[in-house]
């Protein structure tokens, strides 16, 4: 299994991992979240990693521009959205390991900050925390009984005690639609 950046052509195949893993009522949703994604110039610089198998792709994360409003000083930041892994081949690591490339590349071209809406027991394992309680909201409020699920993480050690602010994302992950849960 090797992880690497996904190319252009590749398109169909990404959307597929997402409708299968989100499955038939969210599945269309994400699936067109992730197109659109990839074509939303607000959303760029952007990181999207495949994992591949055999040369079949078996799993695909998506990282997009987040900016931090009213932060003291300016931010470079990305937010972790959507994540999906083929069903037969979940539990195997490869989301873990799709999200510690992620986070080495990211950390590598200067971003300080990674946000994810998620669950809140996933993505701990990969170094998130919560992020309302470090002073960081997200583009839309939580309910009180999910705010563990909106997370950071920070990939440069100054940061995240020096700053607080409001997460403002790319402008197709900006729909309330995608904020619910
Ligand atoms: C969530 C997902 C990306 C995890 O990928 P994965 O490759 O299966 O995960 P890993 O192998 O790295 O980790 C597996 C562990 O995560 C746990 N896990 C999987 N889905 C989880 C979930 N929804 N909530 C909490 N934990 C979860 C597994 O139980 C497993 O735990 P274990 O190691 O104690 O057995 C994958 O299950 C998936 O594509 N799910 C459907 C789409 C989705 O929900 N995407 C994430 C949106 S936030």
Redesign the pocket.
């Known amino acids: 299994m090797k992880i690497r950046k996904s190319t252009q052509s590749e398109r169909k195949e990404i959307l597929n991992i997402h409708s299968q893993?989100?499955g038939k009522d969210k599945g269309p949703v994400i699936a067109k979240l992730v197109n659109d994604l990839l074509a939303d110039e607000t959303a760029l610089p952007i990181l999207s990693l495949v994992a591949v198998d055999n040369d079949n792709i078996i799993?695909h994360i998506l990282f997009t521009k987040a900016v931090v409003t009213r932060a003291e000083n300016r931010i470079s930041a990305q937010i972790l959205a959507?994540?999906?892994?083929l069903p037969e081949?979940?539990?195997?690591?490869?989301?873990?390991?799709l999200i510690n490339e992620g986070l080495r590349l990211l950390k590598k071209s200067g971003t300080e900050l990674v946000f994810?809406?998620?669950?809140p027991?996933?993505y701990p394992?990969c170094g998130f925390i919560p992020a309302g309680e470090q002073g960081f909201e997200a583009p839309y409020s939580i309910p009180e009984e999910h705010a563990e699920a909106w997370m950071i993480q920070e990939l440069n050690s100054d940061v995240l005690k020096k700053n607080s602010g409001k997460v403002q994302c790319s402008k197709v992950l900006n729909e309330p639609q995608h904020w619910r849960e």
């Not at 994810?116 to 669950?119: A, F, K, R, S, T």
């Open positions: 893993a989100f799993g959507p994540l999906a892994i081949e979940q539990k195997k690591g490869i989301g873990k390991k994810v809406l998620g669950h027991t996933y394992r």
